[in-house]
């Protein structure tokens, strides 16, 4: 089964590791990736103001062109793309004026009626927890995981329907499906200071700090997110002030450990925190 | 947009579509704020300050600081969607062409090093 | 450019002009009094000097096209934007690294792209404007290259862009990045170079020196084209 996929700028170089082992785990799986013909960037941040309809544009045309593919799905893995291509596909989908604009805009007739799916929703749904259970064996044989939503994905509630906007569980049933334990972490959903990392440093290495202190709390062994600048900020500042040497993977790189996938195709050259420690237990 | 007294409220509340008359002044918002530690001013403040019709608002720090991380929005006990009246604050400010961040304001390294999406999302928050 | 051409109207910078009908924008310009300094170079599509806007009566479309290979058309108002002023940074080739990071540092504004797609639709060249953008927003070096490759650097797609990027020197970037740093070295062209070194065709050259008008003349006619 081959579903469009949308993987956004970043995973491109940059988070090319939570490309690579999202595809890899997920060819596993039996779920095949198909990149969009041609895409641009999605614009990363969901247009808060009214009326904003040239900020819906670039992720209107990549949802129209999604759509075109038949499917009906379209999965995305980036925190910000899964974000912005959500919200404005339930725009255009809900408001009559967003999608008499953005259409007229773009020449195209697109109705909202795609599904845009992160692979979380796909491990879930098509391949299911107790399967994928079953398919990993002793899997991760206990590593405490603090599971980091971070902010892009659970909010707002209504639109992003990802579970509870400050307590979804997605992410903790599939750790616990990989035979993982999710540790207990307050912090799960809070922003890691995010695009201020350009503007206000110190306001990034200070949640960076206490996202740090509440995962060891924790017994956190190890940090997963789906989101390339969590990832970004949380290495980077952990390396620069010390605070913990946790390391920040992709839960598609546990999901690829778990399944037992080589290591070379997960991108786990860890720049700060190594994860060889993490392996060895996971595979001891 | 000169930015004087009620004017600034009304505009907010033409552009973010929510109402700050019916904040009830709880904290919520501010208590979950991710910049509460930095701005000048937290956002139940910036909901009072609306309320009273003060123009000064718009030469505050906090919309600039606001990481549109949608915690205040997902607490708000009276349904307001605050980060939208952040960003209507920094949409008053840009459309005049104000901004706090320039693209020749990032040195070299950062430019080399950061995600995509920190650089696209912080000119589209905080740039005109 | 006989007196017997039917005539149309057009308006250049708003002001009509009676020009014959099935010339360039260029020759109906020079028709009108105009003398060009700038805004004209090679006159054969190519080098991209004379870009020019125009609209056509009862279409909203703004439409473009290159003065020296644009026909007039009745009703068509029409402004020409030779130079367009652009962004550009000063950069040393050889020390630069093939990166998404070297694009960044140059032209971090590349990132305020809002997906619009005027420029590819301004182009006159038919690029995929926004789309080579894009690449270079991945930072896929290559695949900017490629899609810039026609691109005659008119300045045409910055004057379009509401994030003020300027397109095409972000392509010609990364077209130099990747042609110094990425792409195979040319081995036919390094042979060539050597044989040049090694005086393989000085004879000839002397010959060609040496050669009167006329043989000449029948030489070039003569000569094979591609």
Redesign the interface.
């Known amino acids: 089964m081959s579903i469009p996929y949308f993987p956004g700028c970043t995973l491109h170089v940059k988070a090319k590791a939570l490309d690579d082992s999202t595809r890899a785990a997920l060819a596993v799986l039996g779920l095949e990736l198909s990149g969009l013909p041609e895409w641009t960037c999605c614009g990363t941040v969901f247009p808060l103001a009214r009326n904003n309809y040239i900020g819906m544009v670039a992720s209107a045309r990549i949802l129209a062109n999604a759509a075109k593919q038949g499917d009906g799905r379209l999965v995305t893995v980036c925190s910000f793309c899964y974000h912005v291509l959500k919200r404005v596909n339930h725009a255009v989908r809900n408001s009559d004026e967003a999608r008499t604009k953005l259409n007229d805009y773009l020449e195209e007739d697109y109705d909202g009626q795609l599904r845009v799916l992160h692979p979380l929703e796909l491990l879930r749904d098509e391949v299911g927890f107790g399967a994928l259970r079953n398919r990993v064996g002793a899997g991760l044989k206990g590593t405490r995981v603090a599971c980091y939503y971070g902010c892009m994905l659970s909010r707002p509630a209504a639109e992003m329907d990802f579970g509870d906007p400050e307590d979804p569980a997605v992410m903790e049933k599939f750790v616990a499906a990989l035979g993982g334990e999710p540790a207990d972490f307050s912090w799960k959903t809070k922003c890691c200071g995010s695009y201020q990392v350009l503007n206000e440093q110190g306001l990034v290495a200070g949640r960076v700090k206490d996202i740090f202190q509440a995962a060891a709390a924790g017994g956190a062994q190890v940090i997963i997110t789906s989101c390339p600048l969590c990832q970004y900020n949380l290495e980077a500042h952990s390396e620069a002030d010390n605070h913990s040497r946790i390391p920040v993977l992709y839960f598609a790189q546990l999901l690829g450990i778990a399944l037992e996938i080589p290591i070379n195709k997960l991108g786990l050259a860890g720049r700060y925190a190594d994860p060889e420690a993490l392996l060895q237990g996971a595979r001891r | 947009m000169t930015g004087t007294g009620i004017e600034v409220t009304l505009k907010v509340r033409e552009i973010s579509g929510q109402n700050p008359f019916l904040c009830m002044q709880c904290g919520l918002c501010s208590a979950g704020c991710t910049g509460k530690g930095t701005m000048d001013m937290l956002p139940r403040q910036v909901m009072r300050l609306l309320q009273f019709g003060s123009g000064k608002l718009l030469d505050e720090r906090s919309m600039w600081i606001c990481t549109t991380c949608l915690t205040c929005t997902a607490r708000c006990p009276r349904g307001i969607d605050v980060a939208r009246v952040m960003e209507a604050l920094r949409a008053l400010n840009q459309r005049r062409g104000v901004s706090v961040l320039a693209p020749a304001d990032l040195g070299a390294e950062i430019l080399a090093d950061v995600p995509q999406m920190a650089l696209t999302s912080a000119f589209r928050k905080l740039s005109a | 450019m006989t007196g017997e051409s039917t005539m149309v109207s057009i308006y250049i910078m708003g002001k009509q002009y009676e020009v014959p009908d099935g010339v360039t924008i260029m020759k109906a310009m020079e028709f009108a009094g105009y003398r060009f300094i700038r805004g004209c170079g090679c006159r054969g599509g190519f080098c991209g000097a004379c870009g020019t806007v125009y609209r056509t009566p009862g279409n909203f479309r703004l439409k473009v096209g290159l003065a020296c290979a644009t026909m007039v058309e009745a009703g068509m108002h029409l402004a020409q934007i030779p130079f367009y002023p652009a962004n550009r940074a000063a950069y040393d080739l050889q020390a630069l690294a093939p990166?998404?990071?070297?694009l960044?540092?140059h032209y971090?504004?590349m990132?305020?792209?809002?997906?619009?797609?005027q420029c590819t639709r301004i182009c006159p060249q038919g690029l995929?404007v926004?789309?080579y953008?894009?690449a270079a927003?991945?930072?896929?070096l290559e695949k900017t290259a490629h899609q810039s490759f026609d691109c005659i650097m008119c300045g045409l797609c910055a004057s379009r862009c509401?994030a003020e990027i300027v397109q095409y020197n972000v392509g010609i970037l990364a077209r130099r990045l990747f042609g110094r740093h990425i792409a195979p070295p040319a081995r036919h062209l390094a042979q060539r170079v050597q044989d040049i070194e090694a005086g393989k065709f000085d004879d000839e050259l002397e010959r060609l020196m040496r050669m009167g008008r006329e043989e000449l003349q029948k030489r070039y006619y003569a000569r094979d084209i591609e």
Do not use: K
């Not at chain 3, 990166?99 to 070297?102: H, I, N, P, R, V």
């Not at chain 3, 927003?137 to 896929?140: H, I, L």
């Open positions: 990166t998404l990071g070297t960044r540092q971090p504004e990132t305020r792209c809002l997906g619009c797609n995929p926004m789309d953008i894009a927003q991945c930072g896929d509401p």
